[in-house]
């Protein structure tokens, strides 16, 4: 494949087995759906565990008894809380953040020409997963903060269907600051969230191929690839999850009533940095490793069996 376009100029949308055009980058979006989509739905249940440790710390003291708790109270649906706009809301995410990382990180290595590329890929991975976050997490923010309110208000006291949830946001949004109250929060976790993700997983998936699997990537199996994907995309997960975890306490706090009206900077002095790092950590870790595996996986075998060919490389 000829890195160059049809102009007889140096072009990154010609770097890959396929030329980048609105049917790559469509493709990719649908891809970031179904990786982000499927995997945060599949988890509500860790979810809603977490997301009440950190707000009632004191009645749920752990994973397995947060999550005995809610069932013993609540039954099976008091586990699965906030799964509608799980769904709808990560699927949105993910089709901005994944489909348009891979229009940013084009358009960044064409700004910068193909010494200045080649030299700083590391700026172009993190310049090209922020830019996109920003625009994904405009899509996530009213459904993230119906999620959670589902997920952490009192049994009876909010509707767990999604519509009337939808609803009730709106008409409260006063004290609820629908739809874009928890934006900067939002922005604060998951930018730092994604531009780790998008830079553990492009580098771990680098030194794959330069130290281990040391042939073209090409001349690999499709399972070797994927396999690499998986495990990159696993340990990129686990360096995030840690990054992102004191911004993360600060979102699902600020959907306490106790907490109402108070600025970012007042609840994370209150709850101290400690806490803020540490409570409910262990749970991200093994939540968010495991969760981006498999969305890098879904992502890259989607890409794969539309002949796209997988992410990254040397």
Known sequence: MSHLAPTGKWDARYLGPVPHDSSYYAKCMLGGVLACGITHAGITPLDVAKCNMQVNPAKYKGLTSGLATLLREEGQTGIWKGF????????????????????????????????????????????????????????????????????????????????????????????????????????????????????????????????????????????????????SGYLAGVVCAIVSHPADSVVSLMGKPANKGKSIGTIASETGFVALATKGLGTRVLMIGTLTGFQWWIYDSFKASMGLGTTGGK
């Open 84 to 231: 509608g706009p799980t769904f709808v809301g990560y699927s949105l995410q993910g089709m901005f953040k994944y489909g348009l990382y891979e229009v940013f990180k084009d358009q960044y290595m064409n700004l910068a020409g193909e010494e200045l590329s080649n030299k700083y890929k590391p700026a172009i991975w993190l310049a090209g997963s922020a830019s996109a976050e920003v625009f994904a997490d405009i899509a996530l923010c009213p459904l993230e903060m119906t999620k959670v309110k589902i997920q952490t208000s009192p049994s009876g006291t909010f509707p767990t269907a999604f519509g009337a949830a939808l609803k009730e946001m709106s008409k409260t949004k006063v004290e609820t600051r629908y739809p874009f109250g928890s934006l900067v929060p939002l922005w604060s976790r998951q930018i730092p969230y994604t531009m780790a993700k998008f830079f553990f997983f492009e580098k771990i998936v680098q030194v794959f191929y330069t130290r281990v699997f040391t042939e073209p990537k090409e001349s690999y199996a499709k399972t070797t690839q994927l396999g690499v994907t998986f495990a």
